[in-house]
């Protein structure tokens, strides 16, 4: 399997060979040259398989170049009980994503969030660790990381290449804008490979710096960086893995289909399952949410694209979910026009000039039902709503992200056959948003067992300002 650039660059890279960075040279987007088709009787044997051995059946597709023994070895590494060890009472945490139902056969949750840090970026940040790790060794070489976050993306990608010898991690966070536990989450790790920066400003500022730093090729080169941010193909490819386990867990026959609810943002969750779909797997429709930051729902009800800017963008209580553009819609839109890339770049050029792009009364939109998409939004006050019915009716606690999802997976459940299970993706757990809970239930989350204490612990961050040069001499230093 080759990949290749949204934007048309003459490259064919391996799967390794893009492993590590980022945009292509062109500033695309990696795609696999063809989407692998997953056969009938592929499903049929797929069905009995655990978490591990359905990984490696569908990375295998889209990974050729690991031998195939070295790979099933990394997704046995990657997907074990002690990792997703914080399963909730009555799951399995072998069973790494188990299926919750809340109306058997009709709507359940898929548990993405029992990994190390709570959020469903383990999924896809374990499986890198180990792939970082098995690509460096073999090829002798070392790589710095370097990323922002505004929460779950940093410590899931810290807790996945800590201790890890060939990987070291710079990441920067906006100083005093994390709740007390995500700050604890990777302020605490004492790995001396990783390094927290608390930068003197906003996300967006953090963010900057690390585009300004990694657009200085000579620094990149020199200091060997690298970046695990979620346009990366591999953390789309490791994503794919759980619709098909969700799937297979929520439906007896592969004749059946099933609908699935995803709290979006950066559309790298739901594109995952856009590929899965593509795959072959039996979807019956992608319904997206998202919050107050409504661009992508905006676009699949009118057509128009229109990214905001970092002032247009709310601070809500569905953090992860706060983006005024999504960095992986690039990857969507590539098929909704054909798999075009002269089409691609001319709307992508549109909204340097313009701001937006708008394929409303184009043949390109019509595709949209094809594809199964639909979208909606939701609010603070569904939020609410949606985490104090849960707990109600079914005795479960849900995260704000998941709420989203709730709300909008009600507005089209009772659309869907009968026969079709609606699963929301659960992309966090309820104890990392405890004020929110509380604010809902009056009462909070009960906190697992390893992480009580965990704002307690000494922290090891380095607060600088907003400055590139500060951030690159703090790397130089210490690479
Ligand atoms: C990152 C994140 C999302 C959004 O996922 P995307 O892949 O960016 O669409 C939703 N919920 C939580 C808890 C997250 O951490």
Request: proline share 5%.
């Amino acid at each position: 399997m080759k990949y290749f650039s949204t934007r048309g660059h003459a490259a064919r890279p391996a799967f390794c060979d893009i492993l590590l960075g980022g945009l292509a040279p062109d500033g695309g987007l990696y795609l696999p040259e063809s989407i692998p088709a997953v056969s009938r009787a592929e499903l049929d044997a797929w069905r009995r398989l655990s978490y591990a051995e359905l990984a490696f059946e569908i990375l295998s597709k889209l990974i050729t170049d690991i031998p195939a023994d070295d790979l099933r070895d990394i997704c046995a590494r990657t997907y074990t009980a002690d990792a997703y060890r914080h399963a909730r009472a009555g799951e399995d945490p072998a069973r790494i994503a188990p299926l919750r139902w809340l109306e058997p056969g009709k709507l359940g949750l898929l548990a993405l969030s029992n990994g190390p840090t709570l959020a469903f970026k383990d999924m896809a940040m374990q499986l890198l660790g180990h792939l970082f790790e098995y690509v460096l060794e073999k090829r002798g070489e070392t790589v710095n990381v370097l990323g922002a976050t505004s929460g779950d993306t940093g410590s899931a990608a810290e807790y996945a290449m800590r201790g890890k010898s060939r990987v070291k991690v710079f990441m920067l966070s906006p100083h005093g804008k994390m709740s007390a536990f995500q700050r604890a989450q990777m302020y605490s790790l004492a790995d001396e490979n990783i390094f927290n920066i608390a930068v003197t400003g906003m996300f967006d500022d953090a963010q900057d710096i690390v585009k300004a730093v990694s657009s200085d090729a000579a620094f990149k080169a020199r200091h060997r960086i690298g970046a695990v941010n979620s346009i990366n193909w591999a953390r789309v490819a490791a994503q794919v893995i759980y619709y098909f386990y969700g799937y297979f867990a929520a439906t007896s026959s592969n004749a059946q289909q099933v609908a699935f609810c995803v709290p979006s943002g950066n559309f790298g969750n739901i594109y995952a399952g856009h590929v899965a779909r593509s795959m072959g797997l039996p979807v019956a429709r992608l319904i997206l949410a998202t919050n107050e930051n409504n661009v992508l729902d905006e676009f699949f009800r009118t057509g128009v694209y229109r990214p905001r800017k970092a002032s247009e963008t709310h601070v809500t209580s569905s953090p992860s979910m706060d983006i005024s553009k999504a960095s992986n819609f690039e990857r969507f839109v590539f098929d909704l026009v054909g798999r075009d890339p002269a089409a691609l770049v001319g709307l992508w050029e549109e909204i340097a000039a313009k701001g937006a792009f708008d394929l409303s009364g184009t043949p390109y939109l019509a595709r949209l039902p094809e594809f199964g998409f639909v979208s909606g939004t939701s609010t603070h006050a569904d939020r609410l709503t949606m985490i104090r019915n849960v707990h109600a009716r079914y005795g479960v606690m849900i995260d704000p992200h998941t709420a989203d999802g709730m709300k909008v997976a009600r507005q089209y459940l009772d659309d869907l056959p009968t026969d079709v299970p609606l699963l929301v993706l659960e992309t966090a757990q309820a104890a990392k948003f405890a004020d929110t809970l509380r604010e809902a239930l009056g009462c909070g989350p009960e906190i697992p067992v390893d992480l009580q204490g965990l704002e307690a612990l000494p922290q090891r961050v380095e607060v600088l300002p907003p400055a590139v040069e500060a951030v690159k001499a703090f790397i130089a230093e210490r690479v």
